[in-house]
């Protein structure tokens, strides 16, 4: 059959699109009898391959019956029910976000404390123009509908995280899935309803950029803009009124020559650009597939009646 339906995603999926390993990390089964379905890939003539799900039953007039009816699927259907799904997911992680987050990156015992240390920054004057200048350029412009942009700085992301760590997830399949999910959630925080999540998530890129450098210190000696801002990144998150308007004007004043930026830019413009590139990389790295298992027996986690999923 050239379809399979994944009880983690609550979606129906291409055959070709998924690997061997895919069907027991996302439980793929049948989407008639639900029983558990395995991937072949078989070499054509002309070099072209065959792929399609098999069910582990050896009945044939069993495994016929469900390939009809599966076939019988049109794809307004697929599209609709994958919709509907999805649209369910987004919820339930715009939900949990600020709670995953401060639990990936400040563990498991300082959630509650991690929220509040990087809510209070809701009240920083200076913070708050970085991230207004970002949102409000992004709203403008409409980037942060912008797939292909956003899916440019994921690789880039990735990348960086296979050269530092040789790990990210094990087949094309589940990085294309982390890198949708985390598409969806960026365009819905740059919303009236999802600024929250937002501010939170700009929050703690701040944090972690801020960190980022600092860590830098023991690996290499940093160059002059990095010394830069990690001076004025730091004191601008306790400062009074006066300093902070003159830290604000000295990064706007300082440049930073290629290639660090693609031209002569305002180290203003850097900070923009570095705390978005980590704002990405947080989403990109929080562990949807073990909060959608972790939901499958939760009651919080609605799905629409028609939708047969967990």
């Known amino acids: 059959m050239k379809l399979g339906y994944s009880n983690l995603l609550g979606e129906l999926l291409q ?3 998924i ?5 027991k990390n996302f439980q793929i089964v ?4 639900k029983e558990p379905i395995f991937k072949v890939n078989r070499n054509q003539e002309e070099e072209k391959s065959l792929h399609y799900l098999s069910h582990y039953n050896k009945d044939k ?33 715009l939900k949990v976000l600020q709670k995953t987050i401060a639990k990936r990156h400040y563990g498991v015992d300082n959630i509650e404390i991690a929220i509040k240390n990087i809510t209070k920054l809701n009240s920083n004057p200076y913070l708050k123009l970085f991230r ?29 995280i296979k050269n530092i760590s040789s790990e990210f997830y094990s087949t094309q399949f589940s990085i294309d899935i982390q890198k949708r999910i985390a598409f969806d959630i960026w365009k819905t925080i740059y919303t009236p309803n999802g600024k929250p999540n937002y501010i939170f998530l700009f929050h703690h890129a701040y944090f ?31 400062c ?47 562990p949807y597939f073990e909060i959608l298992r972790e939901s499958m027996s939760k009651p919080a986690f609605e799905v629409p009646p028609n939708v047969k999923t967990f």
């Open 15 to 17: 055959a070709e699109k």
């Open 19 to 23: 690997d061997y390993t895919d069907c």
């Open 30 to 33: 049948c989407p008639n009898c």
């Open 61 to 93: 007039s069993y495994n016929l019956e469900c390939e009809l009816r599966v076939n019988g699927l049109s794809k307004i259907q697929i599209e609709t029910e994958n919709t509907l799904s999805r649209n369910q997911r987004l919820k339930y992680f």
């Open 132 to 160: 207004d200048f970002e949102f409000n350029t992004y709203l403008k412009y409409n980037i942060a509908s912008d797939e292909e942009d956003f899916f440019s700085q994921a690789d880039l992301y990735i990348n960086e």
């Open 208 to 238: 972690f950029l801020l960190n980022r450098f600092r860590l830098a210190q023991n690996e290499r000696k940093l160059y002059d803009w990095e010394i830069f801002l990690i001076s004025r990144m730091t004191k601008l998150l306790e």
């Open 240 to 286: 009074d009124v006066k300093t902070g308007e003159f830290i604000i004007q000295e990064i706007s004043n300082y440049n930073i020559d290629p290639p660090f930026l693609p031209e002569k830019s305002s180290s203003f413009l850097k900070i923009i650009t570095e705390l978005k590139h980590e704002m990405v990389g947080t989403l990109l790295g929080l």
